[in-house]
């Protein structure tokens, strides 16, 4: 890459500001007022139940399209765009009827007449599988996985793109809500192991988390090999000079295997994640930390990855309280064999708990912000401190909310089903398949979409593509992301790293 050139695509992303949070809330709100659209599409009108080309293209249209036109022509007129997405949906599930049936709640085992048990129906699962699980991961990686081509053009506003050392960005919350969605799904290990009354040794739980983490370790090596040997444009302060967000994954499992040492003495791991994040932000303000993170000199292999290493203690932080909403988000409270009344009483309390949940991180937030009752500190996504830490649980928590909502109006029929095989059936009419597949690999689907971004930015000189060009460009992008991940699930498979 030329000198000149790689020198502008640098500053292209360096020494940026950011944006205001409620704007990013308003962007991010384009995913669950697009399920929205999507849920009233099939519970009113069965839309997706025939999965052909059109059902296709509407799926990508809503679930995709919509991002990306969110963070590119109408990154001014967020409000426009939910706009045309919740109304249609608002007026299409108050004036029409369900096509789906309102009832397919299965007959308790009985004996027939001539005397024959009835076989008995297989019990629910402790930990089901929640669509509005799977729209939330789904959403947060599409998003992310055009982010990462998008901010390479003029389209994407730069206040979008990553903050240089203080301040709000839509990428800001992307890196960090990777981290905590991430958190959310590993709890059901945990859970899983309550449910069994297995408890596995500090040895044996590091011997698993290096296994998990070595694969990503070498994406990580192979990332960096790649952008080294390639001379490609890259953002020295956003992870360090050889560190990329790999490593910081790599690491996660083994440190989150010890925390979980832990939980004898501090059983809630939201307080445990708040205990990491404080003590690191004592450290940076009470020690010298904070100035050597931004301001020395890159003297050392240590120092040259600076931002990595200390930031990861903020990620950390992000993942243990993504594994504190996970452990009461993903399990099953009330019996399985209970009734519809219990699971709507169930649900209920779910939607409680997350409505609390969000304004305790948002009452945190607000007080570490505040200049005159509070810490008066500022979100720092280059730090990982606190303030970004509280804001990244407080986002997610309220996204896990607004995507639940939509679940519990619109499929009610998911969380009152009183046996597996209702409840797979539900499942299935509930989930977008394009979700479904971005949530499936996520990870793999990460990788395909930094070695596109990377080819990309290898053939054409992005900041100089005019708007239409760069459109089409992104479009082709997230098709071919779709393709293969649809592809992938449609035939089964599921590659974990």
């Known amino acids: ?77 967020p409000l426009l765009l939910n706009l045309l997405l919740a109304t249609p949906a608002i007026a299409l599930y108050a004036f029409s009827r369900a096509k789906l049936p309102a009832k397919r709640i299965s007959v308790p085992p009985s004996v027939t007449g001539s005397g024959t048990a009835v076989s008995k129906p297989e019990k629910l699962d402790a930990v089901p599988m929640r669509p509005f699980i799977t729209a939330y991961r789904g959403s947060m990686m599409i998003v992310t996985c055009l982010a990462i081509l998008a901010v390479d053009f003029r389209v994407f506003p730069r206040r979008f793109a990553k903050v240089e050392n203080w301040g709000t960005s839509l990428m800001d919350i992307g890196v960090g809500s990777f981290v905590f969605s991430a958190g959310v799904v590993t709890s059901k290990s945990i859970l899983r192991d309550r449910l069994t009354g297995r408890s596995s040794s500090i040895r044996s739980r590091l011997y698993t988390s290096v296994r998990h983490s070595a694969p990503l370790l070498v994406l990580g090596l192979v990332r960096l090999y790649s952008v080294k040997g390639l001379d490609y444009a890259e953002h020295v302060t956003e992870y360090g000079v050889h560190w990329n967000f790999f490593f910081t994954l790599a690491l996660l499992p083994p440190f989150v295997a010890v925390s979980q040492s832990l939980s004898s003495m501090i059983p809630s791991h939201a307080i445990l994640a708040l205990l990491w994040a404080s003590a690191y932000e004592v450290l940076l303000d009470l ?35 993504g594994q504190a909403t996970g452990l009461y988000v993903l399990p099953r409270r009330s019996s399985p064999n209970g009734s519809p009344s219990n699971a709507t009483a169930e649900r209920k309390r779910l939607l409680v708990r997350l409505a609390s949940w969000s304004l305790i991180w948002m009452s945190l937030l607000a007080f570490t912000l505040s200049y005159n009752y509070g810490l008066a500190l500022r979100i720092s996504r280059r730090l990982a401190n606190l303030p970004y830490v509280l804001w990244v649980c407080a986002f997610n928590c309220s996204q896990l909310l607004a995507f639940c909502l939509v679940e519990t109006f619109v499929f009610p029929n998911v969380h009152k089903a009183m046996d597996s095989a209702s409840e797979q059936r539900e499942v299935q009419l509930a989930t977008s398949r394009v979700l479904q597949s971005y949530n499936r690999n996520g990870l793999f689907i990460f990788l395909i979409a930094n070695l596109m971004t990377g080819l990309i930015n290898l053939t054409l000189k992005t900041i100089e593509v005019g708007t239409v060009m760069t459109m089409t460009i992104l479009s082709g992008y997230a098709a071919v992301l779709t393709a293969i991940a649809l592809v992938l699930d449609a035939k089964d498979i599921s590659i974990k790293i």
Request: avoid cysteine; glycine fraction near 8%; charge should be neutral.
């Open 1 to 77: 890459m030329a000198q000149s050139y790689k020198a502008l695509k640098e500053d292209f992303v360096s020494n940026l500001g950011g944006g205001t949070v409620s704007e990013i809330n308003w962007i991010t709100a384009v995913a669950p007022a697009a399920v929205l659209l999507w849920s009233v599409l099939q519970s009113r009108q069965a839309y997706f139940v025939h999965y052909g080309a059109e059902a296709l293209a509407t799926d990508f249209l809503l679930n995709v399209a919509a991002i990306l036109l969110a963070t590119t022509l109408y990154a001014d007129a």
């Open 287 to 321: 020690t010298p930390l904070k100035a050597y993170v931004l301001t020395a000199q890159r003297t050392g292999l240590f120092s040259k990855n600076r931002e990595g290493i200390f930031s990861f203690f903020g990620y950390l932080a992000i993942f243990l309280g």
